[in-house]
């Protein structure tokens, strides 16, 4: 199988099928699955894929959400943006596989500015990497915590986790941040991409960022703010962001919210945010 070096970093691509069949590319099959349970979440309390619909997906990962949004319905696209290079070439290979030409791939990470910033990769639990580790290096207990309740909950194809004893939960979190690696990667705002591609509307803003998520709509300005109408983002709450978040949303003529928590993450400060434009 050949193999793309990236960076003193050997990437060989896998292949998984998610529960329904669909044949995807990934980077590790056990969370290309779990990712799939994920994305599910997304798309209820109002948000939904219609025809000809355009998607940005922030955080876009192998690009699972991408999949399954342009499987909702006819001639959707969807704006993918992945920074980490070996998450982003599995991304390409689903784009090139599902896309038919309408998933394109951004290789940056995006943020309130245009630039250059380090992020952090976690090479056996590639969803995690992010521009800001300290949200797990500052309390590891939290994530040891997110990891036992994940075990508890996990999805229908993955009811075996519920019989790994609770106390093995720290040894699973040691393991999945063991062997993180730097990458500087480029940043762009969603004011550059709608310019770059002269992007009319977005339909659905998806922001699953590990964190980044303030930075990403600070780089929204109010004229294209205008374009967006519906948001789904992971808000990680602390100093009140969540709070912030709604009052930017409503600045820019968001009126229906809803916030949700994920049965695993009970004990975190990790919140879904869905907000429409009524």
């Not at 499987?71 to 920074?83: G, I, M």
């Not at 770059?196 to 998520?213: F, P, T």
């Not at 993450?265 to 945010?273: D, E, R």
């Amino acid at each position: 199988m050949q193999s793309i070096e990236i960076q003193n970093l050997y990437f060989y691509p896998m292949q998984v099928n998610l529960q329904d069949g669909t044949r995807i590319h990934c980077v590790r099959k056990p969370e290309a699955k779990m990712l799939d349970h994920h994305v599910e979440g997304y798309l209820k309390h109002g948000i939904s894929i219609k025809n000809n619909d355009i998607v940005f997906d922030v955080g876009a990962n192998v690009g699972v959400f991408g999949v399954r949004v342009m499987q909702k319905a006819e001639n959707v696209s969807v704006y993918a943006f992945e920074p980490i290079p070996e998450i982003a070439a599995a991304l390409s290979k689903n784009a090139a596989l599902h896309g038919q030409g309408k998933m394109v791939v951004i290789e940056k990470g995006v943020s309130s500015s245009n630039g250059i910033a380090t992020f952090t990769y976690f090479p056996n639990t590639p969803a995690l990497s992010t521009l800001h580790p300290e949200q797990w290096d500052d309390n590891p207990g939290a994530f040891k915590e997110a990891v036992k309740s994940t075990m508890k909950n996990p999805p229908q194809n993955m009811r075996w986790m519920r019989w790994i004893p609770s106390p093995f939960a720290g040894v699973i979190a040691w393991f999945l941040v063991r062997g993180r690696k730097q990458f500087s990667c480029e940043l762009i705002t969603i004011d550059e991409v709608i310019k770059q591609h002269s992007i009319e509307r977005i339909d659905l803003l998806k922001i699953d960022c590990e964190g980044s998520e303030w930075d990403v709509l600070q780089g929204v300005n109010t004229e294209n703010w205008n374009k967006v109408n519906a948001v789904v983002a992971e808000v990680h709450d602390s100093n009140g962001r969540l709070n912030k978040t709604i009052e930017l949303l409503k600045k820019h003529g968001f009126t229906s919210f809803e916030i949700e928590q994920e049965e695993g993450l009970s004990n975190s400060k990790m919140f879904n945010l869905f907000a429409l434009k009524k």
